[in-house]
């Protein structure tokens, strides 16, 4: 009897495992048909690899705006609506087997309601890059011609990416990371030699150009390449990246821009499966914000050499430091990427700054070319792309197939943390097809009418946009 | 009587036990890690179609360059995209811990956590070479006749894989690889919480980098099922990968040949 129990088990444990593959098999159910008789899908012959990008689009913004400021906005006031047609370009062509150009630019007809149309302000073309890349020696390198040359582990603001003043032509949007892809590169000669210790590069700009005033919307070239903008002062720039081939990351540099010397380092750690910290950080000796605006006004002609600063300020040339310090961080279960970051800039306005701001113009308003001045200090640091306040903290979320796949769904908010004012936006994109996307995007300042960001004349904003790949 | 009991005995051995008793788990998950990957450096363009309730909807390409890392053994992986065109040029780096990704558009080399392997475009942590032996710790399960994709029916080990290394991409893998052959036919994949999130099946073995090897995976969105995605692995070849392509610095400068 024992025996035959034994058996019976025996039976029993052999029936029982293809009743779980039964189970196992119940899987097979979800592939579909198409992909059941379909052979694997082709792929094509082995070729160069393509990675040009070029599309079209267009956007079309309302920026609604702000009444009874604090203080005046001197005209041209932002244009309360825009249509944008462009046509973006990033090709390379490889010309020798060591030889490589590379183009990338973007095309644009503008109309607005401060526009006349047409008129040569309809037409701008951006030169981003042009340059060619000569490949002495495997894993070396070297550039000349207009480059983005582009440094920083941070995302809402980069203290290390030294070129990236004056480069920014009329953005669409605030959003930092879309900020960086539209932007002017530098005319220069780069080196980079690459080994498996680590990285070097060497980047020198000459200055062929006089520094120019800030440009405004209405009174922008349409074919100049600018290179007022990137290339009115010799700038050197030395870079090296040990490898350290672990949870760690550190970047070295130093950066001599006229007679200003910075150095800089950029750390990043990842620290478990969800979370990269990182620290981006930049000093050298500078006079500040208030002083070096008023001083950049003076030396291309937007105020009088004598014309007194409409503010007090603190001059003194001393060692000023910029930092951001955040982390990324990916919630579970989500496929959503969460940065948080606290920026600072000793060089920029402190809460007694911007009180004197304030104060400036409420006593000495009546006097012509004070709102100007006072204006002027602001358009300064965003031409700059230097932070205004002091003390800002940046949250950005970015959640890839939001609700719907092929929905992605970015949102930020950059504050101050001197006055609570700040800036949010949120921005949507849906992939159509291979080719087309469409998208928009939504913003909003807020904050007190005596605060860094209650004070714009820009209320928020509204943009949107269809884009065609090519 | 005894030696009824004795044949009864080895017979069961020999049906429920077989060849386990000659292959560790971590023989066999090794054995089939040679049948997916070869062992020297290779690359591969990889066709990824997604299939919405049936019907195909957007398709990807992903250049992948793979290397094992000799102290680690575990495989280094550079995946460049080609298409679609809004994703074309953008490059990620996997050699654990030291994650980048890399956009043309903004020239910047962002660093990942590992968890961002199974966001952003097409889930790249789906199409990088990975040696389950090195980051898993596995336990055979039992022995189990299933069907594979091409309706054939394939005697297999089922083996239960832990994560064992914090590179490892899913907490929690069920693994189903063919007697005999090492074929990988089928694996579930679950997230930390032990939630289903993949279901895995290989088919199309063909000679490839010489071996029979998967030409195509398709795999089952197990939160979404109307979700299918297949891998088709075309364009194998081996080639030399040189150390210092697996830095940040090196994504802008990595050949398009």
Known sequence: ?????????????????????????????????????????????ATAIDTNRNYLEDAFSLTPQRGN????????????????LFLDSRDEWRLRDNLRLTYSGRF????????????????????????????????????????????????????TDFFRTRSVVEPLTVDPTVLREDRLGTLMLRGQYIWPGGSVTLA?????????AIYNHIELPSFDPMLDRTNAQNRFLLKVSPELHGAFSVEGLLYQGGNRTQIGANLTASVGQRTIAYLEWAGGADAGLIQDALAYGRQTGSFPANAPAPLPADSASRFRNEVSLGFSYVPAGTRLTLNIEYHYNGA??????WH????????????????????YIRSYAVDQQQLLSQHTAFVRAAWVDAFVPKLDITALANVSLQDGSGLTQITADYYLSRNWTVGGLASVTFGGRRSDFGSLPQAGGILLRLVRYL | MRWMMRVLLALSVAGVGFSAAAQTPRDIIAAADKVRNPGQPFRSTNTLTEYVSGQPRNQDQLVVYAKEDPATHQFRNLVRYTEPPRDAGKIALFSTPNLWFYDPASKASVRISPQQRLIGQAAIGDVLTVNLAVDYTGTLLGNETITDPEHQQRQCWHLDLQAATDSAIYRRVEYWVEHGSFR??????????????????????????????????????????????????????FQDIPEAWFQRDYLPRLPKE
Do not use: C
């Open chain 1, 1 to 45: 009897m024992r025996i035959a129990r034994f058996a019976a088990l025996l039976g029993f444990m052999h029936v029982a495992f293809p009743a779980l593959a039964a189970d196992q098999d119940q899987d097979l159910q979800f592939i579909p048909q198409a992909v059941q008789q379909a052979p694997p899908a082709a792929v094509p012959a």
């Open chain 1, 356 to 375: 004197n701001w304030f104060a400036a113009a409420a006593r000495r308003g009546n006097i012509p070319g004070v709102y100007n001045a006072l204006w």
């Open chain 2, 184 to 237: 990988p036919v089928k694996a579930k994949f679950y997230s930390d919480s032990g939630r289903l999130l993949k279901i895995l099946y290989y088919r199309s073995f063909r000679e490839q980098l010489g071996a029979m090897r998967p030409a195509e995976a398709i795999i089952i969105d197990a939160v979404n099922s109307s979700l299918v995605t297949t891998i088709a692995f075309g364009n194998l070849r």
């Open chain 1, 204 to 212: 020198y700009a000459p200055r062929v150009t006089q520094p120019t």
């Open chain 1, 348 to 353: 920029g306005m402190t809460q007694q700054a």
């Open chain 1, 69 to 84: 400021l604090a203080v005046p906005f001197p005209s041209p006031a932002p244009s309360r609506w825009e249509d944008r």
């Open chain 1, 108 to 159: 644009n007809l503008r109309a607005a309601n401060d526009l006349d149309f047409p008129s040569h302000q309809t037409v701008l073309n951006e030169v981003r890059e042009a340059y060619l890349t000569w490949r002495p020696v495997e894993g070396a390198w070297l550039d000349l011609g207009r480059v983005n040359l582009k440094s920083g582990v941070a995302v809402g603001f980069n203290p």
